[in-house]
Protein backbone atom coordinates (compact mmCIF):
# COMPACT_ATOMS: atom_id res chain seq x y z
CA UNK A 1 0.00 0.00 0.00
CA UNK A 2 3.04 2.22 0.33
CA UNK A 3 4.68 0.92 -2.60
CA UNK A 4 1.33 2.66 -4.71
CA UNK A 5 1.16 5.84 -2.93
CA UNK A 6 4.91 6.38 -3.26
CA UNK A 7 3.80 5.43 -6.96
CA UNK A 8 0.85 8.12 -7.15
CA UNK A 9 3.35 10.51 -6.16
CA UNK A 10 5.87 10.59 -8.33
CA UNK A 11 3.78 10.29 -11.02
CA UNK A 12 1.79 13.53 -9.90
CA UNK A 13 5.03 15.37 -9.22
CA UNK A 14 6.17 14.74 -12.72
CA UNK A 15 3.30 14.98 -14.68
CA UNK A 16 3.07 18.69 -12.65
CA UNK A 17 6.81 19.68 -13.79
CA UNK A 18 5.50 18.63 -17.75
CA UNK A 19 2.74 21.33 -17.57
CA UNK A 20 4.59 24.10 -16.03
CA UNK A 21 7.29 23.21 -18.96
CA UNK A 22 4.96 23.70 -21.30
CA UNK A 23 3.03 26.82 -20.78
CA UNK A 24 5.28 29.84 -22.21
CA UNK A 25 4.87 33.04 -21.89
CA UNK A 26 5.06 35.66 -24.74
CA UNK A 27 7.34 38.72 -23.30
CA UNK A 28 5.33 41.80 -24.00
CA UNK A 29 6.44 44.77 -26.42
CA UNK A 30 7.09 47.71 -24.87
CA UNK A 31 6.02 51.50 -25.46
CA UNK A 32 8.64 52.07 -27.90
CA UNK A 33 8.24 48.95 -29.50
CA UNK A 34 4.66 49.16 -30.03
CA UNK A 35 5.97 52.88 -31.50
CA UNK A 36 7.81 52.37 -34.17
CA UNK A 37 5.77 49.17 -35.38
CA UNK A 38 2.93 51.87 -35.62
CA UNK A 39 5.11 54.26 -37.70
CA UNK A 40 6.70 51.48 -39.78
CA UNK A 41 2.91 50.90 -41.09
CA UNK A 42 1.81 54.68 -40.90
CA UNK A 43 4.99 55.79 -42.67
CA UNK A 44 4.13 58.20 -45.51
CA UNK A 45 4.89 57.85 -49.20
CA UNK A 46 7.66 60.06 -50.41
CA UNK A 47 7.89 61.80 -53.65
CA UNK A 48 10.30 63.78 -55.74
CA UNK A 49 8.21 66.48 -56.42
CA UNK A 50 4.73 67.54 -56.31
CA UNK A 51 4.17 66.52 -60.09
CA UNK A 52 4.83 62.44 -59.70
CA UNK A 53 2.28 63.05 -56.31
CA UNK A 54 -0.34 64.48 -58.72
CA UNK A 55 0.44 61.33 -60.98
CA UNK A 56 0.24 58.92 -58.46
CA UNK A 57 -2.84 60.46 -57.09
CA UNK A 58 -4.99 60.56 -60.05
CA UNK A 59 -3.24 58.13 -62.63
CA UNK A 60 -6.29 55.78 -62.12
CA UNK A 61 -8.72 57.86 -62.86
CA UNK A 62 -6.97 58.77 -66.59
CA UNK A 63 -6.69 55.52 -66.68
CA UNK A 64 -10.56 54.82 -66.30
CA UNK A 65 -11.69 58.39 -68.42
CA UNK A 66 -9.18 56.18 -71.24
CA UNK A 67 -11.16 52.94 -70.69
CA UNK A 68 -14.72 55.23 -71.09
CA UNK A 69 -14.27 57.44 -73.73
CA UNK A 70 -10.88 56.66 -75.41
CA UNK A 71 -8.79 59.54 -74.27
CA UNK A 72 -5.15 58.25 -73.48
CA UNK A 73 -4.43 58.53 -70.17
CA UNK A 74 -1.13 60.01 -70.97
CA UNK A 75 -3.13 63.06 -72.77
CA UNK A 76 -5.70 63.58 -69.70
CA UNK A 77 -2.34 63.40 -66.88
CA UNK A 78 -0.24 65.50 -69.04
CA UNK A 79 -2.90 67.87 -68.99
CA UNK A 80 -4.10 68.13 -65.96
CA UNK A 81 -0.62 68.54 -64.65
CA UNK A 82 -0.77 71.73 -67.23
CA UNK A 83 -3.97 73.06 -66.20
CA UNK A 84 -3.30 72.70 -62.59
CA UNK A 85 0.05 73.55 -61.85
CA UNK A 86 0.37 69.64 -60.75
CA UNK A 87 -3.25 70.26 -58.42
CA UNK A 88 -1.46 73.43 -56.48
CA UNK A 89 -2.97 76.16 -58.97
CA UNK A 90 -5.59 78.27 -57.66
CA UNK A 91 -8.45 76.57 -60.05
CA UNK A 92 -7.56 73.20 -58.70
CA UNK A 93 -7.49 74.74 -55.18
CA UNK A 94 -10.75 76.27 -54.70
CA UNK A 95 -12.63 74.89 -57.30
CA UNK A 96 -11.29 71.22 -58.45
CA UNK A 97 -10.81 72.54 -61.90
CA UNK A 98 -7.89 70.56 -63.03
CA UNK A 99 -8.09 71.31 -66.76
CA UNK A 100 -9.22 75.32 -66.50
CA UNK A 101 -12.55 74.12 -68.19
CA UNK A 102 -14.74 77.91 -68.09
CA UNK A 103 -18.51 77.80 -67.53
CA UNK A 104 -19.91 78.03 -71.33
CA UNK A 105 -23.66 76.72 -70.64
CA UNK A 106 -22.38 75.21 -67.38
CA UNK A 107 -25.25 74.79 -64.48
CA UNK A 108 -23.51 74.07 -62.02
CA UNK A 109 -21.72 75.91 -59.28
CA UNK A 110 -19.21 78.88 -60.76
CA UNK A 111 -15.74 80.02 -59.15
CA UNK A 112 -14.39 83.51 -61.15
CA UNK A 113 -10.60 83.76 -61.78
CA UNK A 114 -8.47 86.21 -64.25
CA UNK A 115 -7.75 84.19 -67.28
CA UNK A 116 -7.31 85.80 -70.47
CA UNK A 117 -9.76 88.48 -69.09
CA UNK A 118 -10.53 89.13 -65.62
CA UNK A 119 -12.62 87.38 -63.62
CA UNK A 120 -14.11 84.89 -65.76
CA UNK A 121 -16.41 82.33 -64.77
CA UNK A 122 -14.93 78.57 -64.24
CA UNK A 123 -16.73 75.53 -63.47
CA UNK A 124 -16.35 74.28 -59.84
CA UNK A 125 -16.55 70.68 -58.70
CA UNK A 126 -17.78 69.29 -55.30
CA UNK A 127 -14.42 66.40 -55.97
CA UNK A 128 -11.59 66.39 -59.02
CA UNK A 129 -12.92 63.28 -59.92
CA UNK A 130 -15.90 65.40 -61.19
CA UNK A 131 -13.72 67.29 -63.21
CA UNK A 132 -11.96 64.53 -65.00
CA UNK A 133 -15.05 63.29 -65.98
CA UNK A 134 -15.91 66.74 -67.22
CA UNK A 135 -12.66 67.00 -69.31
CA UNK A 136 -13.94 63.81 -71.15
CA UNK A 137 -17.13 64.61 -72.10
CA UNK A 138 -15.97 68.48 -73.05
CA UNK A 139 -13.20 66.74 -75.92
CA UNK A 140 -15.62 63.71 -76.82
CA UNK A 141 -18.80 66.27 -77.20
CA UNK A 142 -17.66 68.57 -78.76
CA UNK A 143 -17.53 67.97 -83.42
CA UNK A 144 -14.07 70.17 -83.12
CA UNK A 145 -12.49 67.61 -81.29
CA UNK A 146 -13.74 64.70 -82.85
CA UNK A 147 -10.90 64.06 -85.61
CA UNK A 148 -8.78 63.58 -82.92
CA UNK A 149 -11.02 59.96 -81.96
CA UNK A 150 -9.65 58.80 -85.45
CA UNK A 151 -6.14 58.87 -84.17
CA UNK A 152 -4.47 55.47 -82.12
CA UNK A 153 -4.27 55.75 -78.74
CA UNK A 154 -0.70 55.79 -78.71
CA UNK A 155 -0.49 58.76 -81.01
CA UNK A 156 -0.05 60.78 -77.80
CA UNK A 157 1.85 63.61 -79.63
CA UNK A 158 -0.83 63.64 -82.83
CA UNK A 159 -3.75 64.35 -79.95
CA UNK A 160 -1.00 66.92 -77.91
CA UNK A 161 -1.04 68.92 -81.63
CA UNK A 162 -4.71 68.15 -82.39
CA UNK A 163 -5.91 69.70 -78.93
CA UNK A 164 -4.00 72.66 -80.29
CA UNK A 165 -5.35 73.03 -83.86
CA UNK A 166 -8.89 72.14 -82.77
CA UNK A 167 -8.46 75.33 -80.09
CA UNK A 168 -8.22 73.91 -76.57
CA UNK A 169 -5.27 76.66 -75.79
CA UNK A 170 -4.04 79.74 -77.17
CA UNK A 171 -0.44 78.94 -76.38
CA UNK A 172 1.48 77.89 -79.25
CA UNK A 173 4.01 75.90 -77.51
CA UNK A 174 1.35 73.56 -75.67
CA UNK A 175 1.40 70.68 -77.79
CA UNK A 176 5.03 70.84 -76.69
CA UNK A 177 4.52 71.13 -73.64
CA UNK A 178 2.13 68.37 -73.45
CA UNK A 179 4.56 66.10 -74.83
CA UNK A 180 7.77 66.95 -72.78
CA UNK A 181 5.81 66.21 -69.45
CA UNK A 182 4.59 62.45 -70.81
CA UNK A 183 7.90 61.85 -72.06
CA UNK A 184 9.69 62.93 -68.99
CA UNK A 185 7.64 61.41 -66.78
CA UNK A 186 6.96 58.55 -68.87
CA UNK A 187 2.88 58.48 -68.74
CA UNK A 188 2.77 56.55 -72.17
CA UNK A 189 3.17 53.62 -69.43
CA UNK A 190 -0.48 54.26 -68.58
CA UNK A 191 -1.47 53.92 -71.82
CA UNK A 192 -0.03 50.94 -72.24
CA UNK A 193 -1.19 49.30 -69.33
CA UNK A 194 -4.93 50.31 -70.54
CA UNK A 195 -4.32 49.14 -74.01
CA UNK A 196 -1.97 45.87 -73.23
CA UNK A 197 -1.11 43.79 -75.68
CA UNK A 198 -2.68 45.82 -78.27
CA UNK A 199 -0.48 48.43 -77.54
CA UNK A 200 2.16 49.56 -80.45
CA UNK A 201 4.34 52.28 -79.35
CA UNK A 202 3.82 55.27 -82.15
CA UNK A 203 6.54 57.17 -84.47
CA UNK A 204 5.97 59.63 -86.58
CA UNK A 205 7.44 58.60 -90.11
CA UNK A 206 10.35 60.83 -90.14
CA UNK A 207 13.71 59.80 -91.99
CA UNK A 208 16.88 61.36 -92.70
CA UNK A 209 16.22 64.51 -95.26
CA UNK A 210 12.59 63.60 -95.17
CA UNK A 211 9.77 66.46 -95.09
CA UNK A 212 6.80 66.09 -93.60
CA UNK A 213 3.81 67.69 -92.74
CA UNK A 214 1.52 67.99 -89.84
CA UNK A 215 -2.52 67.98 -90.91
CA UNK A 216 -4.17 70.37 -89.85
CA UNK A 217 -7.88 71.62 -90.18
CA UNK A 218 -10.01 71.60 -93.89
CA UNK A 219 -6.57 69.65 -95.16
CA UNK A 220 -7.17 66.73 -97.10
CA UNK A 221 -4.59 64.74 -99.40
CA UNK A 222 -5.74 66.52 -102.66
CA UNK A 223 -5.32 69.99 -101.25
CA UNK A 224 -1.87 68.53 -99.51
CA UNK A 225 -0.65 67.03 -102.87
CA UNK A 226 -1.16 69.95 -104.87
CA UNK A 227 0.60 72.57 -101.94
CA UNK A 228 3.76 70.13 -102.64
CA UNK A 229 3.52 68.74 -106.32
CA UNK A 230 3.15 65.27 -105.52
CA UNK A 231 -0.44 63.19 -106.80
CA UNK A 232 -2.31 61.40 -104.03
CA UNK A 233 -1.47 58.21 -105.18
CA UNK A 234 2.18 58.61 -104.28
CA UNK A 235 1.26 60.48 -101.13
CA UNK A 236 -0.69 57.32 -100.21
CA UNK A 237 1.79 55.04 -101.24
CA UNK A 238 4.44 56.86 -99.16
CA UNK A 239 2.97 57.14 -96.15
CA UNK A 240 1.19 53.20 -96.18
CA UNK A 241 -2.48 54.49 -96.38
CA UNK A 242 -5.44 52.95 -97.89
CA UNK A 243 -7.93 55.22 -98.58
CA UNK A 244 -8.34 58.82 -98.20
CA UNK A 245 -9.13 59.43 -94.20
CA UNK A 246 -6.62 61.50 -92.32
CA UNK A 247 -6.61 63.12 -89.28
CA UNK A 248 -5.61 66.65 -87.70
CA UNK A 249 -2.00 66.35 -86.24
CA UNK A 250 -1.12 63.47 -88.32
CA UNK A 251 2.05 63.17 -89.64
CA UNK A 252 2.86 62.95 -93.64
CA UNK A 253 5.85 62.67 -95.63
CA UNK A 254 5.40 64.88 -98.43
CA UNK A 255 8.76 64.22 -99.82
CA UNK A 256 10.47 61.06 -99.13
CA UNK A 257 14.44 60.87 -98.32
CA UNK A 258 17.19 61.21 -100.68
CA UNK A 259 18.89 58.17 -98.81
CA UNK A 260 16.12 55.70 -98.99
Not at 82 to 90: D, F, I
Request: aromatic share 10%; with cysteine; net charge positive.
Amino acid sequence: MKRLLLICCLVSVVFSCRSKKAIVTKKPKTNTEQVETQTEVSKPKVYANKTEEYIDTYKAIAQNEMKLYNIPASITLAQGILESGSGKGTLSVKANNHFGIKCHGWTGAEIYHDDDKAQECFRKYKDAKYSFRDHSLFLKDRKRYAKLFKLKKEDYKGWARGLKVAGYATDKKYPQKLISLIERYKLYEFDKEVLGESYVKYEAPIINDTITYMVVKGDTLYSISRKYNITVKELQNINGLSDNTISIGQALIVKPSSKK
